[in-house]
């Protein structure tokens, strides 16, 4: 009996991961481009997709370390763990607006302002009293 | 400014129901101006010493450009007396109403006869 050659019982090829990373780094691309996407088409809602597919991104990089624990797949998923974070940070806290704590609530009357229409002629609230239904939308201006 | 396009484009649904719109920041009067020729139908309110948005309250500190105080986004619907009867404030300031979103609180605020 002689030895088996090393070609009949070859050492089983390790997986590589890559269709895992390219998975979780498209997943946490996926949501800004969707977001310019939607700004493109001018629907202004919060993109709560964003964080979400992040997240999920995160979790398939995470699944990719298990595969092959190492420093240099733990380097490679820190700035998508990083990205991902402020993404929530950026919807949880600094894109959140105050609710509304003021006087101008309904079945209350606006309260006595005066300013100045663009053309240069005064508002008052008495003008908001003349008998004409008004829409105020207050905005953030002209950046 | 791409909510004051939508309102523009859909100016002819307010002016049925006879709601005008009026458009409030503390733009200074000159950029005001130049918003308002961008915007024909709409009336822009040149806020620039944040008189109106200080008596209604919708100053959002810190959260303009450079860290400058700036307005909240907020709609309010305003009957012919001044009395509010609704009023929409989103909550995170890339979020706006859509012109249908108005127009659909316009008429439950208003019910067309």
């Given at each position: 009996?002689g030895?088996?050659?090393?070609s ?6 390790r997986?590589?991961?890559w ?23 001018n629907?202004?809602?919060?993109p709560?997709?964003a964080?979400?597919?992040?997240t999920l ?5 995470i699944?990719?370390?298990a595969q ?10 820190i ?8 993404e ?7 894109f959140?607006?105050p609710?509304?704590?003021?006087p ?7 309260p ?5 229409l663009a053309?240069?002629?005064s508002l008052t609230?008495?003008d908001l ?5 008004t829409?105020?939308v207050f ?5 | ?5 939508q309102?523009?484009?859909r100016?002819?649904?307010f002016?049925k ?5 009026l ?8 950029v005001?101006?130049?918003?308002q ?12 010493d944040?008189?109106?948005a ?9 959260a ?5 105080d700036?307005n909240?986004p907020?709609t309010f619907l305003v009957?012919?007396k001044?009395?509010?009867?609704w009023l929409?404030?989103?909550g995170?300031?890339i979020?706006r109403l859509?012109?249908?979103e108005l ?8 019910p067309?006869?």
């Open positions: 009996m030895e088996t050659p090393a009949i019982n070859p050492v089983p090829a997986r590589r991961g269709p895992l990373f390219l998975l979780g780094v498209l997943l946490c691309a996926l949501g800004p481009i969707v977001y310019l996407i939607q700004l493109k088409m629907v202004l809602v919060t709560w997709h964080p979400i597919l992040a991104g995160v979790l398939a990089l699944v990719w370390i092959r624990p190492g420093w240099l797949r733990i380097a490679g998923a700035p998508f763990v990083l990205f991902c974070c402020f929530w940070f950026m919807l949880l806290v600094a959140r607006t609710a509304y704590t003021g101008a609530v309904p079945e209350k009357k606006l006595s302002f005066a300013t100045t053309e240069g002629r609230d008495k009293a003349n008998g004409s239904r829409a105020l905005f953030r201006g002209r950046w | 400014m791409v909510e004051l396009g309102l523009e484009r100016h002819a649904d002016e129901r006879q709601v005008r719109i458009a409030i920041s503390d733009d200074s009067q000159e005001a101006r130049a918003t020729a961008d915007f024909p139908h709409l009336g822009i309110v040149a806020d620039a944040e008189n109106m200080k008596a209604i309250q919708v100053i959002h500190h810190g303009g450009r450079d860290r400058a700036t909240a907020t009957d012919g001044g009395t509010v009867r929409f404030r989103p995170h300031f979020q859509s012109p249908d127009l659909a609180a316009i008429d439950r605020t208003w067309p006869n």
